[in-house]
């Protein structure tokens, strides 16, 4: 997926999310004049929830290694530098639970793991860290990247159609990048970054069967030499076919920059790495 059509995806994300704001008001104007409903009504939300499928995405990575590099060194891409795929096909889980009385509050984890490697003849000289690698080199890669989300969400409207809400969790992403080739010093890199997210989510009833699920997050931190730009948004519809099982599909974009000049930084990495991946997703779905 290119990055033209990403942009388009989040802007009908942001469009469709806006539009959203209005339905408290217009769920408020449903009720009038029929029976008030109780603030503490459970019946539309589930107690738990258990999302488990696939994950289809596209990859647009760049990476830069070594603070010497960074202003002066070009940035690689991945995908077309070093032949990694494009698209991957991942197993992405999804648990959420509810609490409170009312389930106005809830806990959920994301994890899926994606692992691309490569061998490439070279097409021309590419500088990696402090090693160039000559035009007409094999070089084999690998890129392994793991998102794991933690959040905690709080519903400011509720009621038994419309859940609206902010956010509050964690993105946490080891990441492991290799570059090798004979008679050549191998090129990598690995950390973990744990980046903090706040978002807004709209959950919405369309009907007894069809609900609606929508979240954006995001984040900008800097922090001596160090900075961090993230943005998540999430689109789902999900039916539920039986009794405790149902079925689900969505879209997902993320979109993370994140530089890192500063040597003495705790993080096992000095560089720069610019990643976009965006993606479909099917899934069955198991709740109570």
């Known amino acids: 997926m290119t990055l033209t059509t990403s942009r388009i995806l989040v802007q009908s994300f942001l469009v469709l999310f806006i539009g959203t704001m209005g339905l408290p008001a217009l769920s408020q104007e449903a009720d009038t004049g029929t029976k008030p409903k109780a603030s503490s009504s459970t019946s539309s939300w589930d107690r738990f929830t258990l999302n488990a499928g696939g994950f289809v995405s596209a990859n647009n990575s760049g990476i830069m290694i070594?603070?010497?590099?960074?202003?002066?060194?070009?940035?690689?891409?991945?995908?077309?530098?070093?032949?990694?795929?494009?698209?991957?096909?991942?197993?992405?889980?999804?648990?959420?639970l509810r609490f409170g009385a009312n389930r106005r509050q809830f806990v959920s984890l994301s994890y899926f793991d994606v692992r691309r490697s490569a061998s490439k003849v070279l097409e021309k000289d590419l500088e990696i860290g402090d090693q160039t690698f000559p035009l007409g080199t094999e070089v084999s890669s690998r890129f392994d990247l793991t998102i794991i989300r933690a959040k905690y969400g709080y519903s400011f409207f509720h009621d038994d159609r419309i859940s609206m809400g902010a956010s509050f969790g964690f993105y946490i992403m080891p990441l492991k990048f290799t570059a090798k080739a004979p008679?050549?010093?191998e090129q990598?890199?690995?950390?973990?970054?744990p980046l903090p997210l706040l978002?807004?989510?709209?959950?919405?009833?369309?009907?007894?069967?069809?609900?609606?699920?929508q979240s954006i997050e995001f984040l900008y931190l800097a922090y001596k030499g160090s900075s961090g730009k993230i943005t998540d948004l999430n689109v789902s519809l999900e039916h539920k076919t039986l009794k405790h099982f149902g079925l689900g599909a969505g879209i997902n974009i993320n979109a993370l920059n994140i530089k890192v000049?500063?040597?003495?930084?705790?993080?096992?990495?000095?560089?720069?790495?610019?990643?976009?991946?965006?993606?479909?997703?099917?899934?069955?779905?198991?709740y109570f």
Not at 188 to 193: E, G, R
Not at 264 to 284: C, H, R, W
Request: aromatic share 14%.
């Open 66 to 96: 070594g603070s010497q590099q960074i202003g002066a060194g070009l940035q690689i891409d991945v995908e077309d530098a070093l032949g990694l795929k494009t698209t991957s096909f991942v197993f992405r889980i999804d648990p959420k």
């Open 183 to 185: 008679n050549i010093e």
């Open 188 to 193: 990598n890199t690995h950390f973990i970054a």
């Open 199 to 213: 978002g807004f989510y709209s959950d919405f009833k369309i009907n007894d069967k069809l609900y609606l699920a």
């Open 261 to 286: 000049v500063d040597e003495n930084t705790p993080l096992d990495f000095v560089g720069k790495i610019q990643m976009e991946y965006s993606g479909f997703m099917l899934y069955a779905k198991y």
